[in-house]
């Protein structure tokens, strides 16, 4: 499985970027994808995660109402939409593959994308 994670850059305070991870190789309808995030001296956190079938979604709480995942199963791709976004959103995404269901925890998740750099400017 090979994970693409793309659309990072830099953004002021409010504003809007949409980060995509295209997914290739053996993946299976029944796994889930995941996005998390690291800022520099913390540690990786979960964001946000999504079903390929029935499109069941998981949040964390720091995101909720600001991000959206969604996916184009025709495209083998999942998108994380960020509006208002924050300094505090700094950080690199990751994308992930989990074959044991969706969860907040980064142990379900068995590949990881290569990474992709969001800067929030204040």
């Known amino acids: 499985v090979q994970l693409q994670a793309s659309g990072g850059g830099l953004v002021p305070a409010g504003g809007y970027l949409r980060l995509s991870c295209a997914a290739s190789?053996?993946?299976?309808?029944?796994?889930?994808m995941g996005w998390f995030r690291q800022a520099p001296g913390k540690e990786r956190e979960f964001v946000a995660g999504i079903r390929w079938i029935g499109g069941r979604t998981l949040y964390a709480d720091s995101v909720k109402g600001r991000f959206t995942i969604s996916k184009d199963n025709a495209k083998n791709t999942v998108y994380l939409h960020m509006n208002s976004l924050k300094p505090e959103d700094t950080a690199v995404y990751y994308c992930?593959?989990?074959?044991?269901?969706?969860?907040?925890?980064?142990?379900?998740?068995?590949?990881w994308g290569q990474g992709t750099q969001v800067t929030v400017s204040s």
């Open positions: 190789g053996r993946t299976f309808s029944s796994d889930s």
């Open positions: 992930a593959r989990s074959t044991l269901g969706l969860s907040f925890h980064d142990n379900f998740y068995d590949y």
